[in-house]
């Protein structure tokens, strides 16, 4: 539980406003999507026709505010996620490239806020389901006391209990409901979790040393290596069965007394690339240039399965939508060269990178008759989920907690009151370039795995350069912009002092 003033907190909201004044909440959150893959966005960004068609999505974002300067926290999966659910950036992170193994420790105290804590201690039915990637407790094999920290590939089920959760899964968070697969699709693990138990996908599954030999598709396993996982685990079907379980939490949920909050985090478009035949009587393989893209149209209609299940349960006028990915998109050189494919849309850079379509991303947040459509060019980031669904449900969140994410709600409903933010600082991937952003101004900065050093690499005007081509940091009539901002970001990191409006 959060500290005792935050459920007070919460408790006084809920006699302010019944469940029945409290919007529901749904929070989608794609893998590896990128502004290149949203026809919305090419039609009415970019002014160009699109590759290919995202029309559920398309939908949403016409009743939509869209962030032409939305991003995610990070430009890689899992570093982004520990954001989006603390609320912090990750330099506050024990791990601060990102908490990568299945069996790693949670990044998460048990007294802080998260995402699902500060909805469900406001009376909400809270639900999980997706990707998960943030660590978590399962106990050594033949023992209900030692929790095991040893790798996650491999041959290893002699040596961990991957059948059920020891703690720091999603109930530990927040949430009251899960179906989860913790390391999405790309493994290992190969398996699926209901409520933190393993869920057989069939009926005479088996939990096996999964690899490329004894695989239903062995591309399914070629990515992060062998290790343990559902005999009948086939990334095809993932999809379909990921987003059933989040249809039918919205329709479950919506028959409960309370409101309810779904945190949706599809692993799509994330590889293996692996298109089924078809998904609700709609073709997918062969349905684009190239199986990356297949896959984005399966995504478009998982969110589909979502808006039609609120609909249906008399929920859609009354849930608040928001709709991101976890970093940037992928490259994809067959639907680049054949077809002009960018991944980040006009803008530079793909997953990984520094670049601003490493982490500037698909963001907008929907709710008919209370956001009004539109485009606006705040800047937001997804890990701004956490103090925007806090204000929304009537949670006050403790000072010191969350502390990099912004109240988006007065934005959201034009009321005036907003604070933008006067800078940014976040991440890139796997080589350890950090960013920080002032007005138009973005230096990168080149870290290592450990934050051991921080040398300034590139400066860019992203009014004047959006392409980020023209590298200014060596000219010397930047110089001393570039030692202002590296100084002003040493000072931020170092202090630890609030980044975010109104969390100092």
């Not at 089924?276 to 399966?298: N, R, W, Y």
């Not at 952003?437 to 921080?454: A, C, H, V």
Request: glycine share 10%.
């Amino acid at each position: 539980m959060i500290k005792k003033s935050l459920t007070l907190a919460c408790l006084t909201a809920l006699s302010v406003a019944s469940a029945a004044t409290r919007p529901n909440i749904v929070f989608i959150m794609a893998d590896d999507l990128g502004l290149g893959d949203i026809s919305y966005h090419a039609r009415n960004i970019e002014n160009k026709e699109p590759i290919f068609e995202t029309p559920n999505i398309d939908a949403l974002a016409e009743q939509s505010l869209w962030f032409t300067d939305g991003h995610s926290a990070t430009a890689l999966c899992a570093p982004t996620r520990y954001a989006v659910m603390s609320g912090n950036n990750n330099y506050r992170c024990y791990a601060p490239a990102g908490v990568w193994s299945t069996f790693a420790e949670t990044p998460f105290p048990a007294d802080e806020v998260t995402l699902g804590r500060v909805v469900r201690d406001a009376g909400y039915h809270t639900g999980m389901v997706g990707k998960w990637h943030m660590g978590g407790d399962f106990y050594q094999a033949g023992s209900n006391t030692k929790i095991y920290r040893g790798a996650k590939s491999g041959d290893i089920l002699d040596k961990v209990d991957v059948r059920e959760w020891a703690g720091s899964g999603p109930r530990y968070v927040g949430f009251d409901y899960d179906f989860i697969s913790p390391c999405g699709i790309q493994g290992p693990l190969y398996l699926l979790y209901e409520n933190e138990k393993w869920y057989p996908i069939a009926e005479d599954s088996k939990v096996v040393f999964l690899n490329k030999d004894n695989a239903i598709n062995p591309k399914d396993v070629s990515d992060k290596g062998f290790g343990p996982g559902d005999s009948k685990w086939d990334t095809r079907d993932m999809g379909d069965i990921l987003s059933a379980k989040a249809a039918a939490f919205i329709t479950k949920s919506a028959k409960k007394d309370k409101p309810f909050f779904l945190y949706y985090c599809s692993p799509m478009v994330h590889i293996p690339h692996c298109p089924p035949d078809e998904f609700d009587g709609q073709k997918i393989a062969g349905s684009t240039p190239t199986l990356h893209l297949d896959m984005v149209v399966e995504l478009d209609l998982q969110v589909k399965r979502i808006v039609d299940a609120l609909k249906a349960a008399g929920e859609f006028e009354n849930t608040l939508i928001v709709f991101t990915s976890d970093n940037g998109g992928l490259l994809d050189g067959a639907a680049t060269k054949g077809h002009g494919y960018r991944p980040g849309g006009s803008w530079n850079g793909s997953k990984n990178s520094p670049l601003e379509g490493g982490h500037r991303v698909p963001f907008f947040a929907v709710w008919p008759g209370h956001i009004q459509p539109g485009v606006t060019n705040e800047l937001a980031v997804n890990q701004d989920m956490v103090a925007t669904f806090a204000a929304l449900v009537g949670t006050e969140i403790p000072k010191g907690q969350a502390q990099d994410s912004n109240d988006l709600m007065p934005l959201f409903l034009g009321k005036g009151g907003f604070a933008s933010r006067e800078f940014w600082v976040n991440q890139a991937g796997a080589n350890q370039e950090l960013m920080y952003r002032k007005e138009s101004w973005k230096l990168i900065i080149q870290s290592d795995f450990k934050r051991t050093k921080y040398e300034p690499k590139a400066l860019y005007n992203l009014e004047s350069d959006s392409r980020e081509k023209n590298n200014l940091m060596k000219n010397p009539e930047y110089q001393q912009l570039v030692k202002q901002m590296h100084a002003e970001y040493m000072d931020i990191i170092e202090s630890g002092r609030a980044t975010a409006p109104g969390r100092e």
